[in-house]
């Protein structure tokens, strides 16, 4: 049963970057499978919001929208991945899950509990 | 790339059935057979309800069932319960590796 949670700070201050990990249980990321390793988004009281997924530790895909300001990147070591967003203002603000994504990328099953992101002025 | 397209709610009585719609375009919805539904309680992360169109993961009642009609997917729960009152969320592969949801949807059980 793979386990995900996130974590990282609560508040950003804008302009900076966001900076959130996702440490993984009971499944290695590093495994050849056909599993990426994403990030979504909720605003409060909106919808959500595909960020981006990391595929065997070295493929990115991004939303188009997000892309100039993301990273993704994994840390096999660790059982992690993370996430990077720059230059953030209070558009950003949003509960950040990360996931195990499968079926070309489209079924999400596995979410961490998800962490409420606020940028502050 | 715009978001899917979905009522913003919906409701039904008890034992009824009601049907959810995400309308996309030829190049996500209508172009992949990777459409999945997402349920959403208040507070709660969301739960897979539906994928690959059609396909009901392990523990989803039969209830929850999903189609497709052109560019058009759609949830239909049946035998409406109090408990499947939440925001249901369809997303769909939209090609060159994105993924696009839709806004969403608020079911009330009258």
């Known amino acids: 049963q793979v386990q995900l949670q996130e974590s990282g700070p609560g508040v950003v201050k804008s302009s900076e970057t966001l900076s959130l990990t996702c440490t993984v249980s009971?499944?290695?990321?590093?495994?050849?499978?056909?599993?990426?390793w994403g990030w979504i988004r909720q605003p409060p009281g909106k919808g959500l919001e595909w960020i981006g997924n990391?595929?065997?530790?070295?493929?990115?895909y991004l939303n188009p929208s997000l892309k100039s300001r993301v990273t993704i990147s994994v840390d096999t070591s660790k059982n992690q991945f993370s996430l990077k967003v720059s230059s953030v203002t209070a558009a950003d603000t949003a509960v950040y899950y990360c996931?195990?994504?499968?079926?070309?990328?489209?079924?999400?099953?596995?979410w961490g509990q998800g962490t409420l992101v606020t940028v502050s002025s | 790339q715009s978001a899917l397209t979905q009522p913003p709610s919906a409701s039904g009585s008890p034992r009824q059935s009601v049907t959810i719609s995400c309308t996309g375009t030829s190049s996500d919805v209508g172009g992949y057979n990777y459409v999945s539904w997402y349920q959403q309680h208040p507070g709660k992360v969301p739960k897979l309800m539906i994928y690959?169109?059609?396909k009901r993961p392990s523990g989803v009642p039969d209830r929850f069932s999903g189609s497709k009609s052109g560019n058009t997917a759609s949830l239909t729960v049946s035998g409406l319960q109090a408990e499947d009152e939440a925001d249901y969320y369809c997303s769909s592969y939209a090609g060159s590796n994105n993924l696009l949801f839709g806004g969403g949807t608020k079911l009330t059980v009258l």
């Open positions: 690959e169109v059609s």
């Open positions: 996931a195990r994504v499968g079926g070309e990328m489209s079924t999400i099953a596995d």
């Open positions: 990391i595929y065997h530790s070295e493929n990115t």
């Open positions: 009971g499944y290695s990321i590093s495994s050849d499978s056909d599993y990426y």
